[in-house]
């Protein structure tokens, strides 16, 4: 089992930045790939970011490239998003997952096998 908890949600103001940060327990952290995925209400959960074991390959959705930025620690056990640029249609639950392919840098979030509870982020106009 691994434990992920987020952390650094908030309301903040359009053009505004968050980090966000993701802890795990409970596994080897280096041994999964991470994800981000977001749902806004009445919306479908989607992909935001994903970076394979070692942080060498990131992989963005277009909504957030050039914005949002994924790196992870492993000697933290932390996976971290920096948003910059935040637009209200960012306001979404934010959620991290981690897959048991750590290579693999997935945009589906079937494949991910472990969640967290997720943290609000909310940007007004």
């Known amino acids: 089992q691994v434990q992920l908890v987020e952390s650094g949600g908030g309301l903040v103001q359009a053009g505004g930045s968050l980090r966000l940060s993701c802890a795990a327990s409970?596994?080897?952290?280096?041994?999964?790939?991470m994800g981000w995925f977001r749902q806004a209400p009445g919306k479908e959960r989607e992909f935001v970011a994903a970076v394979d074991w070692s942080g060498g390959s990131t992989y963005y959705a277009d909504s957030v490239k050039g914005r949002f930025t994924l790196s992870r620690d492993n000697a933290k056990n932390t996976v971290y998003l920096q948003m910059n640029s935040l637009k209200p249609e960012d306001t979404a639950v934010y959620y991290c997952a981690a897959d048991a392919v750590p290579w693999g840098v997935t945009t589906t979030s079937n494949e991910y096998d472990y969640w967290g509870q997720g943290t609000q982020v909310t940007v007004s106009p």
């Open positions: 409970g596994r080897t952290f280096s041994n999964y790939a």
